[in-house]
C-alpha cells in the first residue's frame, strides 16, 4: 500500500521567511497530493491540492510543486506570517482499486517567530 | 461551519463501557470515513464507506465497530476499550472514488479518553 513520509517533523522560522516542508510517496499510481493545515485543537483543512498531470501549483503565498519521476512533492509558503503556525499534513491517494483511501504524513509542526 | 458535525466532542469512557461517536455530513458526499488521530502519530485511516457500503477497514480491532445507515451518518461504535485507543477521533466525507471533487471534509473530531 502507498507510504508517505514527510520531513521535518518541526520547522522554526522567522516571520517573513520561507518554509519549505517535503514528503516522499511510495505508490507510482497515486495521482492526488493535498496539504492539510491543522491549527492546534481544530480540525484539519485543506489549503492546497495538486493531481500528477501538474508540476507545480499556487495560491498567494502557498505553492506546491510535484516531482513525480522523483515521487516527491513539497509544501512552499512564502512570507510566513504568525497565523501561519501550526502543523501542516501532506497526503497522498491512488485512483482506482476498490477504495479511496487517503494516506497522510506524519505531519509538520511549524511555527512562525514574530 | 464545513458542514461535518461530529457528537460528543469528548467522551471519558472506562474500559468496560460501550459508547458510540457519531457523525453527520450536510455536504451531499457520498463516501465518508473515520480517522484516528494520536500524539505524534500520522492521521490513521480506519474505515472507508462508499454508498454505505464498507470498503476499507484498515485493520482495525473489533471493538471498533462503524456502522453508516445512510450516507449522510457514520458511526463508530466503542467496547471494551484500552487506554491507548485514547486519541482524537475525526470524521470526514468527500464525493466517491473516481468523482470530479477529491477533496475531503474533516468534522472537529471527538477526543476520546479510556480510562
Known amino acids: 500500500g502507498e507510504n508517505v513520509e514527510q520531513h521535518p517533523s518541526t520547522l522554526s522560522v522567522q516571520e517573513g521567511d520561507s518554509a519549505v516542508i517535503k514528503c516522499t510517496y511510495s505508490?507510482?499510481?497515486?495521482?492526488?497530493f493535498p496539504w492539510y493545515k491543522q491549527e492546534l485543537g481544530k480540525r484539519p483543512q485543506l489549503i492546497i491540492d495538486?493531481?500528477?498531470?501538474?508540476g507545480e501549483k499556487k495560491d498567494q503565498r502557498i505553492a506546491v510543486t510535484l516531482n513525480k519521476t522523483a515521487k516527491h512533492f513539497s509544501l512552499h509558503i512564502t512570507e510566513t506570517q504568525p497565523e501561519d503556525s501550526a502543523v501542516y499534513f501532506c497526503?497522498?491517494?491512488?485512483?482506482?482499486?476498490?477504495?479511496?483511501?487517503?494516506?497522510f504524513g506524519t505531519g509538520t509542526l511549524l511555527a512562525v517567530q514574530p | 461551519e464545513t458542514g461535518v458535525t461530529q457528537t460528543p466532542r469528548h467522551l471519558v469512557m472506562g474500559m468496560t463501557n460501550k459508547k458510540s461517536l457519531k457523525c453527520e455530513q450536510h455536504?451531499?458526499?457520498?463516501?465518508m470515513y473515520w480517522y484516528k488521530q494520536s500524539a505524534k502519530k500520522p492521521l490513521e485511516l480506519m474505515f472507508v464507506?462508499?454508498?454505505?457500503?464498507?470498503?476499507e477497514n484498515n485493520s482495525v480491532p473489533s471493538r471498533f465497530s462503524p456502522e453508516c445507515p445512510n450516507s449522510s451518518h457514520l458511526f463508530l461504535h466503542l467496547h471494551t476499550l484500552q487506554p491507548e485507543d485514547s486519541a482524537l477521533y475525526l470524521c470526514?466525507?468527500?464525493?466517491?472514488?473516481?468523482?470530479?471533487?477529491?477533496?475531503?471534509?474533516f468534522g472537529e473530531g471527538s477526543w476520546l479518553t479510556v480510562v
Open positions: 470526514a466525507s468527500s464525493q466517491p472514488e473516481g468523482g470530479a471533487g477529491n477533496t475531503i471534509y
Open positions: 464507506y462508499n454508498f454505505k457500503e464498507q470498503t
Open positions: 497526503a497522498a491517494r491512488g485512483i482506482g482499486g476498490a477504495t479511496n483511501k487517503l494516506i
Open positions: 505508490d507510482s499510481a497515486s495521482n492526488y
Open positions: 495538486i493531481r500528477s498531470n501538474v
Open positions: 455536504l451531499g458526499h457520498n463516501a
